[in-house]
């Protein structure tokens, strides 16, 4: 008697979930709590003679229909649901995609932090006059590990290997004096520095110059006269490509023997001015036709942008 009681209830505590959960979707509900009422004494005489528990009985004797079962699919190794967004941060999701851009709370961005900020500024407003030729310039801070200097080695091997000169030859290490550099030593003087820097500068009338190494010489003296600080580098020069260049590798350290910091706006925009100054020096000014002739062909030109 006990054990039907004991039954009866947990069958109606049972219903009341599934009229709670599922009253919504199927109007079925009075068929099955009678259903279920029915099965009551045969549950219980189970029970009683296969020595369940009633929990037990309604387990293995209970069957779910088909469509009263619904999986929710989730991510695949996904425990828990992804909670919902809040509608505000919805709002600005969109909001920042269509280009809505928040107030600054401060005013300081750390672009002028380091050497060269004063020249960067001018050069990043246009009020630096960087000459009428341009030259196409990009630099990477690359960052060392501490005692692995594997990284370095491999960058050196890669802008010294063959067929990077007119002849054919592997490239040639020259630095501000001497016209070959041993590449071995300059890695071992890298060692301990935090970063490096790797330039590479490639003047749109690169052909016309019979020698890379003079405006690349130049161009590094005028960058130790900007950030006011000796700069330990050397230079490979490229003409395996239709545009010839120069791999410019500079030490991490300054004369200080302390970490050289270059401005961001330096680096972004002050070398370039200055490598267009010394190749309009160099090659002399261009006149005005011979720009917008240059700005056709690259329109023209089939290359990805």
């Known amino acids: 008697m006990f054990l039907c009681c004991k039954l009866l209830t947990l069958l109606q505590f049972d219903c009341r979930q599934f009229h709670r959960r599922d009253r919504h979707r199927t109007g079925n509900f009075i068929e099955t709590h009678n259903l279920v009422a029915l099965c009551v004494p045969y549950l219980a005489r189970l029970a009683d003679t296969l020595h369940l528990t009633v ?74 006059q960087g000459g009428s030729r341009r030259a196409v310039v990009k630099v990477r801070i690359a960052k060392l590990k501490a005692g692995n200097l594997a990284a370095p080695r491999a960058h050196m091997r890669y802008i ?83 545009h010839p260049h120069s791999h410019i590798v500079i030490r991490g350290k300054g004369e200080d023997g302390r970490d050289l910091i270059i401005a961001k706006d330096y680096i972004t925009h002050g070398i370039r001015a200055r490598a267009g100054e010394w190749l309009t020096l160099e090659l002399g000014p261009e006149d005005e036709f011979v720009q917008k002739l240059k700005l056709a062909q690259q329109v023209r030109e089939d290359r990805f942008t």
């Open 55 to 128: 929990r037990d009985a309604v387990r293995k004797y209970t069957f779910m229909s088909d469509k009263e079962f619904q999986p929710r699919l989730g991510k695949i190794g996904h425990k828990k649901s992804a909670r919902p967004k809040p509608f505000v941060r919805q709002v600005l999701d969109v909001a920042y995609k269509s280009g809505f851009k928040t107030k600054r709370t401060s005013s300081f961005t750390g672009q002028r932090i380091g050497r060269g900020a004063a020249w960067g500024t001018l050069a990043s407003a246009g009020l630096m």
């Open 160 to 242: 010294r290997r063959d067929g990077v000169d007119r002849s054919g030859e592997p490239g040639k290490l020259y630095g501000s004096e001497a016209d070959n550099v041993d590449g071995v030593e300059f890695i071992e003087r890298c060692d301990g520095d935090r970063h490096q820097f790797r330039i590479i500068v490639s003047p749109d009338d690169g052909n016309q110059l019979s020698d890379l190494k003079p405006f690349v010489r130049d161009l590094m003296q005028q960058m130790e006269c900007d950030l006011e600080t000796k700069l330990d580098w050397v230079a490979v020069d490229h003409y395996n490509t239709g």
